[in-house]
């Protein structure tokens, strides 16, 4: 389809293995966004890409946690040693300028649950 | 402190019932305004940007008050398919990160 793709949509990892979390944004979107959303929360910013420069990632919760967009297109997350609390879904957005909110489209996101 | 609050709800409301949104948010700065739908297990979509001077759409109406930081959604004839999360979403300065609020939750029932 046209829309922002994430794969895989839901992944169960056990207590302390890595995950990696994959964004396919709208063909030619030079912002992406990533985005976590805990079980009964809004959304919580995590880093911005334009084009592969990774441009705020202030939002990353643990040096556990990787984000990385190296060609300008696909996005991956990358989660290590992954600990209970980081159970919430990861929600991946385009745009096609710098964004802003009404030309933002986020995929269906991966939900990951650890256990 | 959230940046953006929300009554997180739900409002349990019947068809054909008027309810109102409200949502407050603390950085001054922000430069954009917006409310969000969710429906349960899919993605935020955009609903309504929020103006100044207010604007309609359909039986949507959102309200935005700058000096006291506040924004508003009213929902007229309320209908089944309104059941939903709505989230109030603020633009930070810069590249307009999305700073979103918790959500309230509606449910429309018979």
């Known amino acids: 389809g046209a829309g922002v793709s994430q794969s895989p949509r839901y992944k169960v990892a056990k207590r302390g293995q890595d995950v990696a979390l994959r964004c396919d944004p709208i063909s030619g979107h030079v912002s992406l966004f990533w985005y976590q959303q805990a079980l009964g929360q809004g959304p919580e910013f995590l880093t911005y890409f334009q084009n592969e420069a990774q441009l705020d990632k202030s939002g990353l919760p643990s040096d556990r946690f990787f984000a990385e967009r190296p060609e300008g297109s696909v996005s991956t997350l990358k989660i290590q040693r992954t600990q209970q609390e980081d159970s919430a879904v990861y929600l991946c957005?385009?745009?096609?300028?710098?964004?802003?909110?009404?030309?933002?489209?986020f995929g269906e996101g991966s939900w990951l649950t650890v256990v | 402190r959230k940046e953006v609050e929300q009554d997180p709800g739900p409002f349990n409301v019947p068809e054909g019932a008027t309810v109102a949104f409200n949502c407050t948010y603390s950085?001054?700065?922000?430069?954009?305004f917006f409310w969000y739908r969710q429906d349960c297990r899919k993605e935020p979509k955009l609903l309504m940007s929020?103006?100044?001077s207010g604007n309609e759409d359909g039986r949507f109406t959102a309200q935005l008050n700058r000096a006291s930081q506040y924004i508003s959604l009213l929902i007229r004839d309320s209908k089944l398919s309104d059941s939903a999360t709505y989230l109030c979403?603020?633009?930070?300065?810069?590249?307009?990160?999305?700073?979103f609020g918790t959500g309230t939750r509606l449910l429309v029932s018979p």
């Open positions: 950085n001054s700065a922000s430069q954009s």
């Open positions: 979403v603020v633009t930070d300065t810069g590249f307009q990160k999305l700073v």
């Open positions: 929020v103006y100044s």
């Open positions: 957005a385009s745009s096609s300028d710098r964004a802003s909110g009404n030309t933002i489209y």
